[in-house]
């Protein structure tokens, strides 16, 4: 019998391959991604990060115990210490000032918007849907392009950082969690969660349209 995480996969395989397939991935596949499509994401996704330790640090909070907790410190220590420096080293070099791009475009504040307030309101197990569902689905599609030659040795890195092991690992433990925890969850529960978990693929997928959309590039 599958899983619950591969019944999501199953129930949503025309959001995941849109996101597997977007353009933004495309370019970066093809070694096409436009500058200024790159800067705005950095500064957008770089934006995100900080939202993302506040998640991670909502899960700490709403965890059923410290063996949860023990991991998800870990990888609130990880966002710190390598993302947020990555994203401070990389916007420097490239003498990106984050103040000089918006702040509300629709599929950034979606995004983050909606994760948060999930996080704020949510149970530890819809936590850990978004988080599946955004980790696990970067996994694969960086994981994908890393296997290409990038020119762009921050795109590289950036590429790397999602398709190394250590992040492999975490994304596997998301999507054991989440099997955990859908073992005392109602039907209706489960649709909820599934419900969810579609919302944060769609959410992606607008999330990276955003860095064409901003500046009327891209399809």
Not at 53 to 70: E, Y
Not at 122 to 128: D, N, T
Not at 186 to 215: M, P, T
Request: glycine share 4%; aromatic share 12%.
């Amino acid at each position: 019998m599958n899983s619950f995480t591969d019944q999501l996969l199953q129930q949503h395989p025309a959001l995941w391959q849109a996101m597997q397939q977007h353009q933004f991935v495309l370019d970066i596949e093809r070694n096409q991604l436009p500058e200024t499509a790159f800067k705005r994401y950095l500064v957008f996704e770089g934006n995100f990060v900080a939202t993302a330790i506040n998640i991670f640090a909502l899960a700490v909070s709403k965890a059923p115990d410290i063996r949860q907790q023990r991991w998800l410190i870990g990888v609130l220590n990880a966002l710190v210490d390598t993302q947020i420096a990555w994203f401070e080293e990389v916007l420097a070099r490239r003498n990106i000032n984050p103040a000089d791009y918006p702040h509300d475009v629709p599929g950034v504040t979606a995004f983050r918007d909606g994760m948060l307030q999930v996080a704020q309101q949510g149970s530890f197990a819809e936590i850990i849907t978004l988080m599946f569902g955004a980790e696990w689905m970067y996994y694969h599609w960086c994981a994908r392009v890393s296997a290409q030659p990038l020119l762009d040795d921050d795109i590289r890195r950036w590429i790397d950082m999602h398709a190394e092991e250590e992040f492999h690992q975490q994304a596997l433990w998301l999507k054991t969690e989440l099997d955990r925890c859908a073992q005392d969850l109602s039907e209706a529960e489960k649709n909820r969660l599934s419900l969810l978990y579609g919302q944060v693929l769609q959410w992606e997928i607008d999330f990276h349209s955003a860095a064409y959309l901003s500046a009327g590039e891209g399809r």
